[in-house]
């Protein structure tokens, strides 16, 4: 199984931006999906960016054109850069890796139920 890291959260204003880095190691060739989801207080932990084998990449219409997944594969390290944040962006951020063949959008849409690996998480708090 895949041990995943997250750093780089933070605290900024609205408007700003943020880059978190999730550090895999382990079975990472195993891990055919990755993303990352959030959680805010009194909401369910919702998909925000993924990224498949292809390359393809999926994102929640909230963030489309404002944030940007991407992977340094010599580094095991997946990204997520957040531009134009918003308050509502205010979360813990996790990211989570899975074996399984699925495409972006599925892992975007079904990974909080079936991913079987997840980081601590790293926590981004946007102000008004």
């Known amino acids: 199984q895949v041990q995943l890291v997250e750093s780089g959260g933070g605290s900024v204003q609205s408007g700003g931006s943020l880059r978190s880095s999730c550090a895999a190691s382990?079975?990472?060739?195993?891990?055919?999906?990755m993303g990352w989801f959030r959680h805010a207080p009194g909401k369910e932990r919702e998909g925000v960016a993924t990224l498949d084998s292809d390359g393809t990449t999926s994102y929640v219409e909230s963030v489309k054109g404002r944030f940007t997944i991407s992977q340094d594969n010599a580094e095991n390290t997946l990204y997520l850069q957040m531009n134009s944040l918003k308050p509502e962006d205010t979360a813990m951020y996790y990211c989570a890796a899975s074996p399984s063949p699925v495409s972006a959008r599925y892992f975007l849409l079904w990974g909080t139920d079936e991913a079987p690996s997840w980081g601590q998480g790293t926590q981004v708090t946007v102000s008004s």
């Open positions: 382990g079975d990472r060739q195993r891990s055919l999906v």
